[in-house]
Structures are given as C-alpha cells and as structure tokens.
C-alpha cells in the first residue's frame, strides 16, 4: 500500500507540472508538499521492507532452514535487500527540477527541400537535425517519476498477505508435503483456482488505470489524444484488447511471447 500510494502522488505531481510550464507559487508549493509525500513513503516502504526480511531471518532459525544467528542473513540474502532498496527508493526528490528530452528519428529531409523535413504521420511536427528529422520529446524531471511503477511486484506479496491461506497452520501443512505456503506464487494459484474474480477483475482494472496514466505522462507531450485521460484508458484497452485475442489464437508459446514482446515494444518506442 505505501508503494501504491507513492506511485499515485507521483501521478498527481506530474499532472500539476505538466498541466503548466510556468508553475504559480501555490502550484511549486503543492508539487513540493507532494514530492515530501512521496519521499515519506518511500522511507516507510523501505523500513517496512527492511523489517520484513529481519523478521524472515527470524522465522527461518526457528524453522532450523539456516544453521545459526550469523548466518541469518546468507549470502543471496542482503543482494536481495540491497536490490529491493534500489527499486523501491527510486523517485524524484524535492528540490529537484527541470526539463530533459528525448529524440527519435521520425522521418528524413525532404528531396525538394533539404531543410524541409517529411514527417513519416501528419500532423506531427519533427526537428531537422544532421542529416536527418527528429522526433523531441521534452519532459518536466517529474516525469522520471514513472519508473516507480516497478514497486508494482509487491502486489504479489500483497495478494499472498490478504489471502485466507496464508497463516503459519497452512504453513506446516504445506511444508510436511514439500510444499512452501508461503510463496505469493502459491497463493495466486489458489486463489485463481478457487476465487479467479477476486484478484483478476481488480488487478485488471489497476493495471490498465495505471498503464493509461503513465502512457499519458509520457505521450502527451507529443500527441494530443493524450490530453484525455478517458482517452488514454481507451487506447489502453484497445491496445491490451488486441494482444490478448492475438495470443489466444497462436497455439506457439514462442509466437505468443514475441507478439508480446513487440506489442511492449511499440508502446516503449
């Protein structure tokens, strides 16, 4: 939860910068207030993170899985942390500002006009650059804030967390048939199995709100569709649409992969 609500301040703060250039003071006040917000979360993700694998510790030496105190923390153990720390501690910090940009090739010069670029979709404006016609994309240093969906993986653990299942009785039953309980992946098996609605009706509608939302922080600066967040939603399902009826019929786990990789693909570029 403190990751989801870091990912949704951020959200916020870059609607407010992005909805003006010249940000009001009462504007560059709340974008501040907001990137305090986000920063106290991610301290309080990191704590939480951090007492959660002490505690792990703990319970694997009282289930005799790691010989002693001094090897609580194994070697794979603090990689694992430190890899954790990385992600979820990324975000912008107050005080930060500024604006980047992002070129693309988008076309060449025009055979009549070399100073004339051909844009290769109408209505979208390109900079001739070299010898060939860029694409510039400029973004407010908020915008780097996207990369923070990557804590969206704690909502597996999240999910094993609200399960019924997850108690230390289905533990010891699932470890007396050499099964671990406690792995998120078990938890959404079951739940799939036995409740699918219950985590896939949910996490469907997070995924596409927050997918239309991030394609919209990062599109918007170039096509105007975007303006609209009910527009982006639609782009977003149409898109999600078509990959999943595209798969489902490709009998080929390998084809199924690579429609998957292209259609990620396309939105990245």
């Known amino acids: 939860?403190?990751?989801?609500l870091g990912i949704a301040l951020m959200l916020v703060e870059c609607e407010i910068v992005e909805r003006g250039q010249d940000l009001s003071a009462p504007s560059e006040?709340?974008?501040q207030v907001l990137k305090s917000c986000v920063l106290g979360s991610t301290v309080l993700l990191d704590v939480l993170l951090v007492l959660r694998y002490r505690c792990d510790g703990q319970v694997n030496q009282l289930q005799s899985s790691i010989p002693s105190r001094r090897h609580k923390f194994s070697l794979w153990r603090p990689v694992l942390l430190a890899l954790e720390l990385v992600v979820c501690s990324f975000h912008v910090p107050p005080g930060v500002s500024g604006e980047f940009?992002?070129?693309q090739l988008h076309?060449?010069?025009?055979?009549?006009?070399d100073s004339v670029c051909e844009s290769l979709q109408q209505g979208i404006d390109t900079v001739r650059r070299g010898d060939g016609c860029y694409l510039v994309y400029r973004y407010p240093v908020e915008a780097l804030g996207v990369f923070m969906a990557a804590r969206l993986y704690l909502l597996a653990r999240f999910v094993r967390s609200s399960s019924a299942l997850h108690s230390p009785w289905i533990s010891l039953v699932g470890s007396l048939n050499g099964v671990d309980a406690m792995k998120?992946?078990?938890?959404?098996k079951s739940i799939f199995k036995l409740h699918p609605l219950n985590v896939l009706l949910p996490l469907t509608v997070l995924n596409t709100l927050l997918t239309a939302a991030i394609v919209r922080v990062l599109e918007r600066p170039v096509q105007a569709a975007f303006d609209s967040y009910w527009k982006s939603i639609w782009f977003t399902l149409v898109t999600l649409v078509s990959v999943h009826l595209v798969v489902c019929f490709l009998s080929d786990i390998y084809l199924r992969l690579t429609v998957c990789v292209c259609?990620?693909?396309?939105?990245i570029r």
């Open 263 to 267: 259609a990620v693909w396309n939105w």
């Open 107 to 113: 076309g060449a010069a025009s055979a009549e006009d």
């Open 184 to 188: 998120p992946f078990f938890h959404f």
């Open 101 to 103: 940009e992002i070129v």
């Open 1 to 4: 939860l403190a990751g989801l």
């Open 29 to 31: 006040t709340w974008v």
